[in-house]
């Protein structure tokens, strides 16, 4: 899995889209990669955004060092003076890499996160496994359940719309466990964890939540 940025996993290059300016950075989670991100990619597209898949080697490095990495190109993507807006779909351990990265400073073009099925409480599978893998696959360790673990000491974004689409179904992640102590929208879909990437709804409420900042239909004047 290659750690540099992929604009579009289909060009190459970040697909166009009618919402000039406008950005969505998509990344994945734990032992996943950047092609899973592509058909909900392509479906955020056909609804007129322009994406951008973020890839990152998953296994093996901490979650902080991943959130610099992705911090690192989040200010690229500011430097660019062809985008006035970067919004942020992460599935699973990438919200919390987001999370990581956002620590270093929110850009100033930064508009809107998604979080799919974010362990932001840990998981309770990796609270479970941590004893036999924790040592060597860091990540491991520093999402579990435990309040000392990384990502319960881990600030959460603060002055951003936040929205969290949790999977009902979720086999590694609790519903408790997808919420934020911030406030944020957060609605559920049943499902699993992985699914929640090929769904037509998901990608759908996450479209929704980037234009309106709400899951909800926006009301009428």
């Known amino acids: ?35 899973l991100l592509v058909l909900l990619s392509n479906r955020l597209r056909r609804q007129g955004w322009a994406t951008s898949i973020w890839g990152y080697p ?36 990438g919200g919390i890499v987001t999370r990581a ?7 100033a073009k930064f508009g809107r996160l998604v979080m799919l099925a974010p362990p932001n409480r840990g998981s309770f599978v990796a609270t479970a496994t941590a004893g036999l893998m924790g040592s ?9 359940t435990h309040a ?10 603060v002055g951003i719309d936040v929205g969290v689409i949790a999977a ?12 934020l102590s911030i406030p944020h929208s ?3 879909i049943p499902c699993m964890h992985s699914s929640l990437l090929f769904r037509r709804d998901a990608a759908r409420l996450t479209g929704h939540f980037l234009q309106y900042g709400s899951f909800a239909a926006p009301q009428s004047p």
Not at 6 to 35: D, K, Q
Not at 101 to 107: D, E, I, Q, R, W
Not at 137 to 144: F, G
Not at 169 to 179: E, H, N, P
């Open 148 to 157: 000392e673990s990384l990502v319960n000491r881990l600030e959460e974004p």
């Open 186 to 188: 957060h609605t559920v």
């Open 1 to 35: 899995m290659s750690a540099a940025a992929a604009p579009s996993a289909a060009t190459g290059r970040a697909a166009a889209g009618n919402r000039p300016g406008e950005l969505v950075v998509l990344t994945h989670g734990f032992m996943a990669n950047r092609w």
């Open 168 to 179: 009902g179904l979720d086999q590694l992640v609790s519903l408790d466990s997808t919420r």
């Open 58 to 93: 998953s296994l093996m490095p901490s979650v902080l060092e991943h959130g610099e990495r992705f911090a690192r190109r989040l200010a690229e993507l500011e430097a660019t003076p062809s985008i006035t807006r970067i919004h942020v779909v992460a599935h699973s351990m």
């Open 136 to 144: 060597v696959l860091r990540p491991v360790a520093e999402l579990t």
């Open 101 to 107: 990265a956002l620590c270093h400073g929110t850009p």
